[in-house]
Structures are given as C-alpha cells and as structure tokens.
C-alpha cells in the first residue's frame, strides 16, 4: 500500500477548513501548518496535532513534505505556489487562484515546466447534486441552455474587513475585489461547470455599505460561447443574509438550487426528478451556512478534492480542478471589473 502523502497548510484562517478535510481524506496526512502569526500558528498546531513552521521557505525545505495547501490572501497565492513548484512540492491552491489572469498564467507555466500538480479548490464542482446535474445537462437532457442565472445575497460584518486578518478583504492588491472576486467566485465557477466558457460581460459594480476600496454589490450580465445569456449579482451587504442560488433553462428543462438544497429538477423525466428531489431537494437538510459566517464552510468538498490529489500525484494524471479549469472564473471576473470602470462590454480574454 502506497504511503499517505504528507500535507502542510499555509494560512491558518481559512486554512483549517483544508487542515479538517486533510484528517479525514483518505491517503492523506496533514503533516504541518504554517502562519506567520505566532499564536494563530502555535492555536492550529495544537488543535491539529502536527508541526508548526513559521517561515515558509523552512516548510519547503523540508523533504517530508510533499504537498502545499495555499489558503493565505489571495495576492500572495501564485507568488507562494511559484516557490512550492519549484521546492518540487505538489500544492492545492485555494479559490481565486490570484488576483489577475497574467499572475495566473505565469504561475501556471512554471507548474508545468516543474511537474508537479496543482489542484484547486472549487468544491462546488464535486458536489454529488452538482455532479448529477452536469451529466444531465451533457447528456442533453436540458436540451440546448438557454440561460444561467446566479445570484449571492450574502452578508459580512465589519469584523470582516477589520483587524490583523482582515484588513486585506476587499482591497485591490490582495483580495482582487471584493463581492464578486472573494464570495461569488464560487457562485459563478458553478455557471461554467454547467454552461462552458464566458464569451463577453457588461457589468456595474459599487462600495454601498462597508466603505471598502473595490466593491461589495456587483451585477453583470454574460454571454456565454454556447450563446447561452446569464445574469450574475452578488453582494456582502445583504440585510439579512439569503441563500446563494443558481437557475439553469434549456429548452427541454430547467433546475434550480439555494445553497445545497435542490429546489427544482426537471429533467429526465418524472422517476429522475423524484429521485433527484428526494435525494437533495428540502427534505435532504441542506443549506447556505457560509451566508453570514466566513467560518461556517461544510469540509465535504475539500476532502474530496485532497482525496482527488492524491490520486493525481499517485497515478500521474491531472486533478479534477486543474489551473486550466479554474483560471477561467478570475478571466470572467477581471473582465466584469474592466466593463464597470469602462462603462463597455468586454470580451473576455486570458492575455490580459
């Protein structure tokens, strides 16, 4: 049996979402945990069981250590994943992968020419509900897409945006926006796991609540290469909080979920949809969590994208999410900024 890989997980905030997922995926052992805040680091290090390392360049140092969870703020992503491919450690890198599609590109070229794998982190594309519904939909059971429509009424207080860890939210540099970039991120990677690629955006965006430099309400209308048309909001000073949902039309069926909740099935035909309905409609317990709390993330998916790493490196093939895949989200995003400040619709291009 081949052994566990050792994992080490950079950025204590969010990063105890990966450090729980790591104990509980199969062929993987959180090894260490990295922060450069003293107590936060030395607080994961005695609730997680494993080593604590301060400085980064000691982690990749360390020859036990085969694989990187990035989850620091977001401007500092491709820069510490450049300095992982090139230790020779494979990484997992949290969502946005960075705050602009040319750092995106670089750090993606170096990854290859080091070989070593990258996984990122969209869990919303391994979720069992989602999972089905994209087969559905490339079995054509939807028919040709019509539209896809999101939307993110969340809220954030302004602890949020305030203190040692939170100043970064929202700003330009680090976080690459604010609503759309750091929350919705997720929200519109799920229209492109089920409509393909965005050709072109019109968006608007403001500060209306929280004051913070890029935006915390923004709202855009996408075409997509299918010639499918989708309209996306989303926003951190929603009072109070709702369920982020998502709602797909084709022209033989359409779905829509809040949260984790399914709410509507209606594809291959009526045994297919009670099983759908029964499995993860209302009655299934699911919910949106993350709407009010940063904190409050269900674990699932990321064990599964650890547990999908693992294999990636053990059977040399690409993870599930590759940079390839998930680079394409931020490319949207940078467009729709680039049409609030230009008032013009922008065709989204990765050379930029």
């Excluded at 566990?4 to 990966?18: E, K, S």
């Excluded at 990035?70 to 300095?83: D, K, M, S």
Aim: a positive charge; charged letters at 25%; aromatic letters at 8%.
């Amino acid at each position: 049996m081949p052994k566990d890989l050792n994992f080490a997980v950079v950025g204590m905030g969010m990063g105890g979402h990966h450090a729980i997922a790591i104990q509980n995926a199969k062929g993987a052992n959180l090894y260490a945990v990295c922060d450069v805040d003293e107590k936060r680091l030395k607080d994961s290090g005695k609730k997680y069981g494993c080593a604590m390392v301060k400085d980064f360049r000691d982690l990749l140092k360390d020859p036990a250590v085969d694989v990187v969870c990035i989850v620091t703020e977001t401007g500092y992503h491709t820069q510490l994943g450049i300095q992982a491919a090139r230790a020779g450690k494979h990484i997992v890198m949290e969502k946005p992968i960075d705050v602009t599609p040319a750092k995106i590109r670089k750090f993606e070229e170096v990854v290859a020419k080091e070989g070593v794998k990258c996984a990122c982190v969209f869990q919303a594309r391994v979720e069992p509900c989602n999972v089905k519904i994209k087969k559905a939909i490339e079995a054509g059971k939807m028919g040709r897409i019509i539209g896809l429509h999101g939307a993110m009424p969340w809220n954030r207080d302004k602890a949020y945006f305030s203190g040692p860890h939170g100043s970064w939210h929202g700003t330009w540099k680090l976080d690459g926006g604010g609503s759309l970039m750091n929350q919705g991120l997720h929200t519109l990677d799920a229209m492109i796991f089920f409509g393909g690629r965005v050709k072109r955006v019109a968006a608007f965006f403001d500060s209306f609540v929280h004051g913070v430099e890029s935006e915390d309400h923004t709202a855009a209308v996408l075409e997509f290469e299918s010639g499918a048309l989708g309209t996306l909001f989303t926003t951190t000073a929603a009072y109070p909080e709702q369920g982020r949902y998502v709602y797909g039309m084709g022209s033989k069926g359409s779905f829509k979920y809040t949260g984790t909740t399914l709410e509507l099935y209606e594809m291959g035909g009526k045994k297919e949809r009670e099983r759908m309905m029964a499995t993860y409609g209302p009655t299934a317990g699911g919910d949106d969590a993350g709407a009010k709390d940063p904190m409050a993330v269900a674990t699932d998916g990321h064990r599964l994208l650890m547990e999908d790493l693992v294999k990636a490196v053990r059977k040399d093939c690409d993870p599930v999410i590759p940079i390839a895949e998930a680079k394409h989200a931020v490319e949207v995003v940078y467009a729709a900024y680039k049409s609030a400040r230009t008032g013009r619709v922008i065709t989204v291009n990765a050379q930029v």
